[in-house]
């Protein structure tokens, strides 16, 4: 809705998973995966997923999170680190740690208890908003320029018409 970029990351709920850690299975020690992953369970450890993260209503996490995207509706107890991707953080989701990331959602009722430092973030605000405004400037002349040059070349065709 506002500015022209592309909206790219991926709905969890369309991310098509490759492994799945089932409501009630305790994983002790780290998970690495390549393709992305659900949890249901347990894990005690450190998480790292090549692609998206989805930790399900009954899911825990302890321990550090390093993934795509990811989308908690559970709980995970540590940090999260996602610095080309999105993290959201469900009603029904809890988040005790820090987060990195591109772009976070954070639900109604959702519990975050850190610090989230947003990378990719080169401008402030502020700067973003000028060069917007020059733009929206340059544009509104541009099309001025091109009213005056089409009005003068009417009158030219009209002048053309009467001699």
Not at 18 to 25: K, L, R, V, Y
Not at 81 to 93: L, Y
Not at 126 to 131: F, R, T
């Amino acid at each position: 809705m506002f500015g022209n970029k592309k909206d790219t990351t991926v709905d969890p709920a369309l991310e098509q998973v490759g492994t799945i850690i089932g409501p009630g299975a305790v994983l002790d020690g780290p998970l690495t995966t390549k393709d992305s992953t659900r949890i249901d369970g347990t894990v005690k450890g450190n998480v790292t997923i090549s692609g998206a993260l989805i930790v399900g209503q009954e899911g825990k996490i302890t321990g550090t999170v390093s993934a795509m995207n990811a989308y908690i509706a559970g709980e995970v107890t540590g940090n999260i680190s996602a610095p080309q991707g999105k993290v959201e953080i469900s009603d029904t989701g809890k988040v005790i740690g820090d987060v990195t990331c591109k772009g976070i959602v954070i639900d109604e009722n959702a519990v975050f208890s850190g610090q989230c430092d947003m990378t990719g973030i080169e401008k402030n605000s502020a700067e973003v908003a000028k060069e917007r405004a020059a733009a929206d400037k340059e544009t509104t002349e541009d099309k001025s320029s091109e009213e005056k040059k089409e009005e003068g070349e009417a009158g030219k065709e009209e002048n053309k018409e009467n001699k």
